[in-house]
């Protein structure tokens, strides 16, 4: 009796330790027209693939431009009004974003963005007379919430969330996996990043910076590292989705003043902040704006605690601008 009391003991403290354990756990799959990686530190029996595979379907369901049923699709059909908490976080977030920026990020741009080919409709044979009508529907005054119901001015007017719904998936993901008790985690969708705690060895979270390459044909590489911790990193580019028509090279990134592709010298805008939205969000204001206005922008909004590594063009020559603090967690990794 006393041999089989001190088996079950032994047992059971096996049990527990190995409960105890923790383990480096790493998820991935397809999201959101792209893939997503999850790595997490917890214990060995923590696998959450399914329910983060479920938190992504339903996220789509809310603000998918691509999914035909999905919530902001059937609002810009004017089928429905009523929204989610998805829809309602995304768009407040939006709206005050457009208001720092002056409307230069503006989730209204869709029927611009169509009409050039890069959103959910075919592309259409653009002049500058539609341009003209469609820039008439576009501006973030133009739509409200009131409660859970929005209110268009305009049933023409349409959303387009691309420009931020990644980051803010990033950022649902990584509140998913503090509601579990794991809080040291890595989680990237698209290149979109959100870090927090370390890695299992105690080593910060290290992650690969998309810029563009020099030469045309390679568009992106990974040559540049920052350690992550705690913070979300973002990077908006014009050099992943773009085409070429009559000689003229038409990009995804669309200033909503001029209804026109944005022109200027910046390539590629990497932002770290608080969170993968905000980060997200205010990359494409960026590239919007070009260097000098968005360091301006920097300047007069630092309470945004917001860094940024630019890559631009400078007659030719291409040159980075690197705020300090972006810098300070930059190992030298040319």
Same mark, same amino acid.
């Given at each position: ?33 792209? *893939? ?27 603000? *998918?431009? $691509?999914? *035909? ?16 908490? $998805? ?45 003209? @009508? ?19 001015? @305009? ?23 503090? *509601?579990?008790?794991?809080?040291? $985690? ?8 959100? /870090? +927090?705690?370390?890695?299992?060895? =105690? ?35 014009? $050099? ?6 009559? =000689? ?19 390539? @590629? /805008? ?31 909004? +630092? ?19 690197? @705020? ?11």
């Amino acid at each position: 009796m006393k041999f089989i009391l001190l088996s079950i003991i032994t047992l059971f403290t096996f049990i527990n330790c190995n409960r105890g354990i923790r383990n480096t756990i790493k998820i991935s799959g397809p999201a959101q027209g792209t *893939s997503y990686t999850i790595t997490y530190v917890a214990g060995a029996n923590a696998n959450y693939r399914t329910a983060i595979d479920s938190i992504l379907q339903t996220i789509d369901a809310s603000l *998918s431009t $691509y999914q *035909s049923q999905s919530i902001i699709s059937r609002i810009n059909r004017n089928e429905i009004a009523t929204v989610d908490a $998805y829809f309602t976080d995304v768009l407040q977030k939006s709206i005050d974003v457009s208001e720092k920026t002056d409307g230069l990020f503006d989730v209204t741009v869709a029927p611009l963005v169509n009409a050039y080919g890069f959103g959910f409709t075919k592309k259409s044979t653009v002049d500058s007379m539609m341009i003209d @009508s469609l820039r008439r529907l576009v501006g973030y005054q133009k739509v409200r919430l009131v409660g859970s119901t929005l209110v268009k001015e @305009s049933p023409r007017v349409m959303l387009d969330f691309n420009a931020i719904a990644q980051g803010y998936t990033v950022d649902i993901l990584a509140a998913f996996l503090e *509601s579990k008790g794991i809080h040291h $985690y890595l989680v990237e969708l698209g290149g979109e990043l959100r /870090a +927090k705690g370390k890695k299992l060895d =105690g080593s910060p979270w290290t992650v690969g910076i998309q810029e563009p390459d020099e030469n045309p044909a390679d568009g992106a590489t990974l040559n540049r590292t920052i350690a992550l911790q705690d913070k979300a990193l973002a990077t908006s580019g014009n $050099y992943k989705k773009f085409y070429v028509e009559n =000689g003229k090279k038409f990009s995804h990134i669309i200033n909503p003043h001029t209804g026109y592709p944005a022109k200027n010298n910046l390539l @590629s /805008a990497t932002v770290v902040a608080d969170d993968c939205m905000t980060a997200d969000a205010y990359a494409t204001a960026f590239m919007v704006m070009g260097v000098e206005a968005a360091k301006q922008f920097l300047a007069a909004h +630092k309470d945004l605690q917001l860094e940024v590594l630019f890559i631009y063009d400078d007659q030719g020559t291409w040159k980075t601008y690197i @705020s300090e603090n972006f810098q300070r967690n930059m190992p030298d990794s040319r």
